[in-house]
């Protein structure tokens, strides 16, 4: 261009770059080649920075800087106070978004179905609910909401109007005179909700704000990470900022919540607790126990980490000493010989209940329910595809019979599963244990146990049957919710009731 023709690249030293990842785009690249930024033997350099070292389309920012020169992580910017800290608060929708379309180029929603399918009245009635309770009646003076949409800004807008609330709001469309004043009184506080789309994701410096709305949802963690950035600059007399994730039902379109930005399940609730704070303790509990990174909560870690360390001390119901020592698999010191009842490697939980883990089908469970000086055992199933509880039709007088007629059940249909049950035997059992099962034996029964086990079968067996004790009792809590539903389901052409 002419403007640019009227530099001389010879009296340039340096090229400073703000919001750095875009210097990938065409029209930065064609001012960087000017000056011969990146050139073999070029003299000027390119120094940038930007808290986004990812772009949205995937594009490296390698092709045009030649190192990180310096790197900071989120949790080491709280760590060391540069940012305030962050109190997500996750508020499910119950919307269903499991049929908006993905890109197949961005890995993003559409955006026209994603606006269509959130701008919906209950939804946006719920996050003004969320945010009187949580922010307006708490203190918070400024609050900031990411739409999808201009439709989307100004139905939201009036679901806060409709409160009382002063809600404004911008878009790209509102004049620049105009988009500087409504952007001055929310800086100044006298604008407590600010609505946007698209506009205030980057760029823009507004410490005051402590409160975002995450009204749209995204598959991106560059762009959630650019919203959650508004909220997290420092401001005289600002303790944190609160975090109000609005969290909808995606089926298999995982979704980029605050958690999952620490690598933490998308589902997991901080339970309003600062997510710094979370992250440390749940660095702790994976360290002790590596399953406890699938939790949904800290609670839900801790009785993980609590199954774990009962398991690694003493494990009575399993008999560790004994399945070491024994060169049957399934013999077993416990006086009622229930593991010679049945083929199927069922294992007893603390409770006295039974588990049987089907690949591809979900987890049984039997129990024994007592009337009078009798007991009748029962079975039930926990489907794996939709996590269903559903009760099976056996009931029994004996526990034989009642793992009888769950083999037989599990032949009938679903024969496929129940074969391949026996079909992954491993290969030379006789062979001794590998590396990785010697490390997992180690976590969990402790190295000089771990070291006794000679087999790859044994050690396999050993395995399976601590895994699934620790699974039992989150399962058991699952068909107890369930069972209290009163769901009925059809399975297979099989109708049962819970």
Known sequence: SLRLSSLDPTEFKAIIVDEAHHATAATYRRVLDYFGCGSPGGAVHLWGCTATLRRHDGVSLGATFDQVS??????????????????????????????????STTKEFSQPKLAEAVNDARRNALIVEAWVELARDTGRRSTLVFCVDINHIRTLQAAFKA????????????PADERAAVLQGFRDGAIPVLLNCAVYTEGT?????????????????????QMLGRGLRLFPGKADCLILDMVDNCGRNTVVTV??????????????EHVDAVYSKMKQFTAECPDAVLARSLADAEGTVARHR???????????????????????????????????????SADGDF???VRGVGTVRVYAVHEGDTSRFHSELMVKVDDKGVALPLVADSLEAAFAGVQSYLQRGFAREYQGMFEHALRNPNEPPSAKQVALLSRMIGQSRASQIATKGKASYIISQI?????????????????????????RGLVVKV
């Open 205 to 225: 410096d507004i410490p005051i704000t402590d409160c975002i709305i995450m009204a749209r949802p995204t598959k991106s963690s560059v762009l959630f990470q």
């Open 70 to 103: 310096y790197h900071r992580t989120m949790l080491e910017m709280w760590d060391e106070g540069w940012l305030c800290k962050a109190k997500p608060h996750r508020i499910e929708t119950g919307l269903d978004l499991s049929a908006v379309p993905v890109s």
């Open 259 to 272: 958690p999952s930005l620490l690598g933490l399940d998308p589902d997991f609730d901080t339970n309003g």
């Open 310 to 348: 009962r398991l690694a001390r003493d494990a009575p119901d399993l008999d560790i000493a004994h399945l070491i020592e024994s060169t049957n698999l399934n013999a077993t010191r416990d006086p009622t010989q229930w593991r010679k009842l049945s083929s199927l490697p069922f294992t007893k």
């Open 355 to 357: 588990f049987l883990h």
């Open 467 to 491: 895994m699934t004790r620790q699974k039992s009792e989150g399962v058991a809590r699952k068909f107890s919710r369930h069972r209290a539903k009163g769901a009925a389901k059809i399975k």
């Open 163 to 174: 409160e009382g609330v002063a809600a404004y709001a911008v878009d790209g469309k509102t």
